[in-house]
Nanobody, 121 residues
Framework: QVQLVESGGGLVQAGGSLRLSCTAS????????MGWFRQAPGKEREFVAA???????RYVDSVKGRFTISRDNAWNTLSLQMNSLKSEDTAIYYC???????????????RGQGTQVTVSS
């Protein structure tokens, strides 16, 4: 059984930075995508960023140039560096691994419980 544990969330002022981490116990999913999703209050969960099996990355337009996704070589730790944070980035952030389609939450094999990110304006 794979478990994902997110950390690094918190309260930050607009314009600030946070770094989220996600540690996976158990098997590594080097042939699948690893990704970050978020869900703001009253909104549907949305794709944020993913790193594909070959190492290429994908981002939702709203975070391009501000967020950077990375992972360690063992595919056990996924990170999301978030810079120039805005109030609209406030959400619960979830990591996921084993993704068959990088931007489809339901097609990830394993998903974390989430970490809260709050950006104050």
């Amino acid at each position: 059984q794979v478990q994902l544990v997110e950390s690094g969330g918190g309260l930050v002022q607009a314009g600030g930075s946070l770094r989220l981490s996600c540690t996976a116990s158990g098997r590594a999913f080097s042939n699948y995508a690893m990704g970050w999703f978020r869900q703001a209050p009253g909104k549907e969960r949305e794709f944020v960023a993913a790193i594909l099996s070959g190492g290429s990355t994908r981002y939702v337009d709203s975070v391009k140039g501000r967020f950077t996704i990375s992972r360690d070589n063992a595919w056990n730790t996924l990170s999301l560096q978030m810079n120039s944070l805005k109030s609209e980035d406030t959400a619960i952030y979830y990591c996921a691994t084993g993704g068959a389609i990088y931007n489809k939450w339901d097609l990830y094999a394993y998903r974390g419980q989430g970490t809260q990110v709050t950006v104050s304006s």
